[in-house]
C-alpha cells in the first residue's frame, strides 16, 4: 500500500499561500504609494498659507532698520 506525501503537500500549499500573501501585499503598497505620488493638494489649501508667509518676510527684508513700518 502507497502513503501520501501529505506534510510535503500540505508544506507547498502553506509555501504557495505565503507567496500570494505577500505578492498582495506588495501590490497595496505600490498602489498606496502611487496614490500617495499623485495628490494635489486643493486650491487655497497649503498654498495660500505659504504665500502668505513669502509676503511677510518679503515686507520685513525690504524695510530699513531706521524706517519705522507703518500701523
Known amino acids: 500500500m502507497a502513503r501520501t506525501k501529505f506534510t510535503f503537500e500540505k508544506r507547498q500549499r502553506e509555501l504557495a499561500k505565503k507567496q500570494k500573501k505577500e505578492e498582495k501585499a506588495a501590490r497595496r503598497a505600490?498602489?498606496?504609494?502611487?496614490?500617495?505620488d499623485t495628490?494635489?493638494?486643493?486650491?487655497?489649501?497649503?498654498?495660500?498659507?505659504?504665500?502668505?508667509?513669502?509676503?511677510?518676510?518679503?515686507?520685513?527684508?525690504?524695510?530699513?532698520?531706521?524706517d519705522e513700518a507703518p500701523r
Open 39 to 66: 495628490e494635489q493638494p486643493l486650491d487655497g489649501e497649503d498654498q495660500g498659507v505659504n504665500d502668505g508667509d513669502a509676503d511677510l518676510q518679503t515686507a520685513e527684508v525690504e524695510t530699513d532698520p531706521g
Open 30 to 36: 505600490e498602489a498606496k504609494q502611487g496614490k500617495d
